[in-house]
């Protein structure tokens, strides 16, 4: 091998090495998507949720606005902790107009927006919330343990997509909810103690307040 091609190869070599160290591990205590929200691109996002429900037509059109579009909020996600929730009780959660116009928040704000904004275009999807329950997590002294996802039913098969981790994303298809809560897990490194299909976020949200404050939280 010639001296100059070795130098090419090292140069390639330390290259790749550079971008490997740069790369930093998703933190799987944190419901922050694992990469920063995408460059802008070409497409036109209408200009008011209004419009925008005219324009979409499928749950992929959701999805890719959020991928493009959603912000998280890491300090609205501590004050929505287990452990602010039982000393101060819940947030509003961001209606989604509002959201469209500032799309930053928190898992369930995007769940929100995803499950209204396909009810709205699409009720023969079916969409609906999944709460998932994790094994409580510390982040910066504050425990996380629930997660809200959307979801939706195509051809007798169950889609997940509205996941702040990933916003963009659109997972399935599965048989059931129970199928997706195990190829979660895997995905976020963290085990999933149940997951459930809701219709509201609301009367769940209320449920699991009461619950908070009546008992210590759990480790």
Known sequence: MSSCRRLVCLALWLCARAAAGSETPADP?????????GAATAVIAPTSYAQALQTWRRPEDVSAWLGEHFEYDMARALRLSET???????????????????????????????????RAIDPQARAGYLMIEFNPATLSGQT????????FE????????????????????????????ADYARYRGREIVAVRSVASYER????????????????
């Open 29 to 37: 205590a944190s419901d922050a998507p694992e990469t920063p929200r």
């Open 84 to 118: 602010q929730r039982a000393r101060s009780g819940t947030l509003p959660i961001h209606e989604p107009a509002a959201f469209y116009a500032a799309p930053r928040g928190v898992c369930v704000d995007v769940a929100r927006f995803a499950v209204e904004s396909l």
């Open 144 to 151: 996380l343990r629930r997660h809200w996802v959307a979801a």
């Open 154 to 181: 195509r051809d007798g098969r169950l889609f997940v997509f509205g996941d702040s981790k990933r916003p963009g994303h659109l997972a399935g298809p599965y048989a059931d909810a129970a199928a997706f809560a």
């Open 204 to 219: 769940q949200r209320r449920q699991l307040a009461t619950r908070a404050a009546r008992e210590p939280a759990r480790p």
